[in-house]
């Protein structure tokens, strides 16, 4: 059974750059110490069954990024000891502090 931490703060920053029709998520995955959540994993799954899911794994400075379609997608975020988080995006920019 997991955890549940006293306070969990991930820290994502989103940013969207038009490529063609994708764009790019990216950001940072942090504890509540402030500390950069090494290898934690990013799924995105679009609400339209008929494309992809995505996924990224944070790198050792907790970095990740996405490259996705226009179309709405729900991101799960999960790490080792830690309950998963859930939100949906479909948004040109949002920055996200939890």
């Not at 179309?71 to 975020?77: F, G, L």
């Amino acid at each position: 059974m997991l955890k549940t931490p006293k306070l969990l703060l991930v820290f994502i920053l989103f940013s969207f750059f038009g490529y063609s029709q994708n764009y790019r998520l990216e950001g940072v995955v942090k504890d509540s110490l402030n500390n950069p959540l090494e290898n934690a994993n990013l799924i995105a799954k679009p609400t339209d069954k008929s494309q992809k899911i995505k996924f990224s794994i944070t790198d050792f400075k907790g970095n990740y990024r996405l490259e996705l379609k226009p179309i709405p997608y729900e991101i799960t975020v999960t790490y080792l000891g830690y309950n998963p988080y859930k939100f949906s995006v479909n948004q040109k920019k949002i920055r996200l502090k939890i």
